[in-house]
């Protein structure tokens, strides 16, 4: 790979570490060639620290380190991009990230959803007398009338996509696929888990698999 490391005159170059999980962004840092060599040989992310002015391996003193999965070069081969596998926090202050975010897995819509049907759930637990306007709706009859009736409609639109997969249809069997999984993020909700818990099941099996 070729990194230009002698386009600025400290022999630095930016980088950006993201977790290879989340693909959320954890911190910005700075290489030069020894702590580019280095990161490579012990697979734990080292940056030439400005304000110590020498090499700094990430959780050296806090053991919080990142363990390398892939570097890559920028279009300009002045960047590199990071993804590794943060064991602890990220940033010094204790913090996931170092912009204070959690480091937690994001389904685009599906997690704003999911936001949503939690919201729900909390609504269909007060008292119906005590709801105040606007705290009414479909997903929240779903949690009043209780497990049976949520496992029933997942049951109901489950059959209703398998029917419309051996049709010719694509907008209908799009449709009921859309039913199917969100009447199956509601019967999640209902258990007490989420599309997270899913994926750490599937990733169990793939990594069992691998082996």
């Known amino acids: ?10 022999g630095l170059v930016p980088v950006i570490v993201q977790d290879s999980k989340t693909k959320n962004v954890l911190m910005l840092g700075y290489m030069n060639e020894e702590a580019y060599l ?7 992310v080292t940056f030439f620290s400005r304000t110590k002015n020498r090499l700094w391996t990430k959780g050296e003193e806090s053991g919080n380190y990142l363990e390398l999965v892939t570097i890559k070069n920028d279009c ?5 991009l990071i993804s590794a596998i943060p064991h602890g926090p990220t940033c010094h202050k204790g913090s996931d990230t ?4 959690n480091n937690t897995q994001d389904f685009g819509f599906l997690s704003q959803l999911e936001g949503i049907i939690t919201q729900r759930k909390k609504q269909s637990e007060i008292a119906p007398e005590l709801r105040k306007q606007g705290e009414s709706s479909y997903v929240v009859s ?7 009736k949520i496992a029933q409609k997942v049951g109901e639109e ?13 907008d209908l069997f799009l449709n009921e696929s859309a039913d ?5 993020m509601i019967l ?4 007490g888990f989420s599309l997270q818990d899913i994926v750490k099941v599937l990733e169990k099996r793939h990594d069992k698999a691998l082996r």
Not at 1 to 10: E, L, P, V
Not at 142 to 148: A, K, R, S, V
Not at 161 to 167: C, F, P
Not at 188 to 191: E, G, H, R, W
């Open 1 to 10: 790979m070729n990194i230009d490391f002698n386009k600025n005159q400290d």
């Open 38 to 44: 280095k990161t490579n040989e012990s697979k734990k």
């Open 76 to 80: 300009d081969n002045d960047t590199l």
């Open 98 to 101: 170092c912009w204070g975010e």
């Open 142 to 148: 779903l949690f009043d009338d209780g497990m049976n």
């Open 158 to 170: 489950a059959i209703e996509t398998v029917i419309e997969a051996k049709d010719t249809n694509d």
């Open 180 to 184: 199917l999984l969100f009447h199956y």
């Open 188 to 191: 999640l909700k209902a258990k």
